[in-house]
């Protein structure tokens, strides 16, 4: 059984205050792993995929990387427009199209 | 463009009672999903669609659901006799090529409430 745990549960950041979030998991024959970013009230918004040990994905502020059993979150110099829920899920080679998501990282970024 | 519908986006009934959830994906996206998510929690998958057939239904938790999609594009999620266990955030998704590993991209869900 695929399993992501994310880490930690919830953190708050001053302005430019870099940090980063973590995604463990356990999968049987890794496809891919996804970031999500989630605001209050909407669905989750794709961010990246990750599909192998040592790959890199950057956006903006955000850059994404991948070992054999964890995955980061980097937030370089967030600002207030960063604070969301952020999302892990990944998906095995024995669960078809289903994803396995993570409780999520709640991030606030405070001015 | 447009992303994936999803309607009502709230929902209130009372136990018992039978409810209907509408998604309308991307169009051109052949594989349609949905998942549950309750509060503080990851959604969880309850099924997918590759084209008009039920390519995975493991998720569903009980025979009280059900889900359609009779025309390969449009979804209903349909649930019979709610339980106040049912209420939680309803997402729809949709991926433009289905057995791969492309993203899927989330409806703004309905929120049902079983009173």
């Known amino acids: 059984e695929d399993q992501v745990t994310q880490s930690p549960e919830a953190l708050r950041l001053q302005e430019g205050e870099s940090s980063s979030l973590n995604c463990s998991y356990t999968v049987s024959g890794l496809r891919g792993l996804f970031w999500y970013r989630q605001d209050p009230g909407k669905g989750p918004e794709f961010l990246f995929t990750l599909y192998s040990a040592g790959e890199e994905k950057e956006k903006e502020r955000l850059k994404a990387t991948l070992t054999k059993k964890e995955s980061f979150l980097h937030i370089t110099a967030p600002k207030p427009e960063d604070s969301a829920t952020y999302l892990c899920?990944?998906?095995?080679?024995?669960?078809?199209?289903?994803?396995?998501f993570g409780s999520g990282t709640q991030l606030t970024v405070l001015p | 463009g447009a992303g994936v519908s999803q309607t009502p986006s709230n929902k209130v009934t009372e136990k018992g009672k039978y409810v209907e959830l509408r998604c309308d994906p991307i169009?051109?996206?052949?594989?349609l999903y949905w998942y549950r998510q309750s509060l503080g929690q990851g959604p969880e998958f309850l099924i997918y669609?590759?084209?008009?057939?039920?390519?995975?239904d493991s998720g569903l938790p009980n025979d009280r659901f059900f889900a359609v999609r009779p025309e390969g594009s449009v979804s209903t999620l349909k649930i019979q006799r709610t339980e106040r266990g049912d209420s939680a955030v309803y997402l729809c998704?949709?991926?433009?090529?289905?057995?791969?590993?492309?993203?899927?991209?989330f409806g703004n869900g309905t929120r049902l409430t079983v009173t």
């Open positions: 899920a990944v998906q095995g080679s024995g669960s078809a199209r289903q994803l396995t």
């Open positions: 669609f590759q084209g008009t057939g039920a390519a995975d």
């Open positions: 169009s051109g996206h052949t594989a």
């Open positions: 998704a949709s991926s433009l090529l289905a057995g791969d590993n492309s993203p899927l991209h």
